[in-house]
């Protein structure tokens, strides 16, 4: 084997809403292999939540993650429902999957975005930013926060959508619509964004198979599952809707498969508020006195795929075990198929191609020369590259135009 | 009607085995094996009954430490439990790693936290903890406070 130089991204990037670390060892330009480190930081919230009262437990879920902060509470509601054997009503159905769609098209826009930025289009990057904003001024008048909208409970949500809310939810929806056009125009018909994401960082069906990747991930390589049309909750049974899936299993099936599921997301809601329209204002909750002793398998479909939360219950107040399956821990493992024989200034995509939770932390990567520990490249010089690569292609596509 | 076939053809493959059924509803079902057939039991699952390996997830109770690893037939939303029990002083059991890659950060996680030692891992290293918490303390047990 040649030398081979250590590139680490991380331990603090904006890759993924903890820290963590991926070691890329290249080959020259080439990406030969990767090893991810995390943990940093673990916060034991599977033994803090043996601690909490259900009641406690979906505030404490909600805050794993910050984009999708409905999704762990929604899968805890269904695996302690499934232990209760409770049904919940029509109007909280509804609301539930109004908030876990709306939820679904701000992530979708926050991805695209970065996804932009990655590429080096910044200009995507602020109008898909942009048009994220009347998603989460909706969750305002909804919940009452922008973030973290504590609605659910066992047996139902905590508030209602009062009926005169319908009408701004559908106002502001046709207008996301239109900029969800734009934005799908835009990036679907880019010959450089074609020419920088088709054919990169490619998973096939048998390495999703393999890896048991789920959602987007899963879908852009034409493996069909979606937990809303395989194990049906909320009010997914009551929508007319379709499971959108790709081929090719690159970045580019990836980003089409988020783009049209905004679509997607956007018919569902307005479904479900015709549903709100039709049941009776206030009646969002059923009575839960106790939780029995019992096994509650529990999962939903968060924007970047299948959320799972195992709960066992000893007829306690709090549950005596709780596991929880975030989607990205199945997905981020499938870099080691998609960022190997990519270049450098690839990998940045491929990484993100799979959405995994980005968030907050900021971003320190160095590169350097493994032997003499010489710093060859800072982290603005790696997006640079990415960048570089975008501004070259479209140069010379232009060249080719005249 | 499909989850039963489901069940009664893992019970026809793996007649010795079994320990015991539990049937929750059409979408549920939890089905105990001997620790010793989890291999063998994955591999008709995920080669030949094509389910999806979701998660495993460990339990430290008053039997010793129990292992559900959950598989999900997704035509039909079914999520299957396979449940082994393992020893309370020496909790080890084959390791699925070598057949899917889904099961090899969960089997380094379950090892970290529970201490179960996963036999024939290709790479058991500490998945969340490495190089700054104790050997030999394992923090997701009943006793660790």
Known sequence: ?402 | MDTDRVIEEFRENHKDEVIEVYKKSEKRAVITVRPEAILRAAEYLYKRAGLRFIIASALHTKRGFEIHYHFSKDETGLVLNILVILDKENPEVESLSNMFSASNWIEREMHELFGINFLNHPNQEKLISDGNWAEGVYPYRKEFK
């Open chain 1, 1 to 402: 084997m040649g030398k081979q130089t250590l590139i680490p991204i991380g331990p603090y990037h904006p890759l993924q809403e903890e820290p963590e670390l991926f070691k890329l060892f290249c080959d020259g330009e080439i990406v030969k292999d990767i090893k991810w480190e995390t943990g940093y930081n673990h916060r034991g919230i599977e033994k803090l939540s043996e601690a909490k009262t259900y009641e406690q437990v979906f505030f404490l879920v909600e805050r794993i993650c910050g984009i999708c902060s409905t999704s762990h509470p929604f899968a805890f509601a269904n695996a302690v429902e499934e232990i209760v054997g409770c049904e919940i009503t029509d109007r909280a159905k509804y609301i539930r999957s109004i908030i876990g769609e709306l939820e679904r098209i701000h992530s979708h826009l926050l991805w695209v975005g970065l996804a932009g930025h990655f590429l080096g289009y910044n200009t995507v990057f602020m109008w898909a930013w942009k048009y994220r904003e009347p998603i989460l001024d909706l969750f305002e008048m909804i919940t009452g926060n922008r973030n973290s909208y504590a609605m659910f409970r066992v047996g139902g949500v905590r508030r209602d959508i009062e009926n005169n809310k319908i009408h701004t939810i559908r106002t502001v929806l046709a207008e996301v619509k239109k900029k969800t056009d734009l934005l799908t125009g835009a990036v679907m018909d880019d010959p450089v964004i074609h020419a920088r994401t088709k054919g990169v960082g490619i998973l096939t069906k048998q390495d999703v198979l393999d890896y048991a990747a789920v959602g987007p991930t899963a879908r852009a390589s034409g493996v069909a599952i979606d937990i809303r049309k395989d194990d049906p909750y909320a009010a997914y049974p009551l929508v007319n809707w379709k499971v959108i899936t790709a081929e090719a299993g690159d970045v580019f099936a990836k980003a089409e498969v988020r783009l049209l599921e905004m679509y997607e997301s956007i018919s569902i809601i307005e479904q479900c508020l015709t549903g709100l329209e039709k049941t009776k204002e206030g009646e969002v909750n059923v009575v839960v006195k106790e939780i029995p002793e019992g096994y509650g398998a529990g999962r939903a479909e968060a924007p970047r795929g299948e959320v799972f939360h195992f709960v066992v219950s000893d007829g306690s107040n709090s549950p005596a075990r709780h596991k929880i399956r975030a989607p990205s821990y199945v997905n981020i493992a499938t870099f080691k198929k998609s960022c190997v024989g990519q270049t450098i200034a690839d990998a940045t995509i491929s990484l993100a191609a799979v959405d995994p939770c980005y968030c907050c932390t900021e971003r320190l990567a160095v590169a350097y020369d493994q032997r003499s520990g010489r710093k060859i490249m800072n982290a603005k010089e790696l997006i640079d590259l990415s960048a570089g690569k975008t501004s070259e292609l479209k140069k010379s596509l232009m060249k080719r135009n005249e």
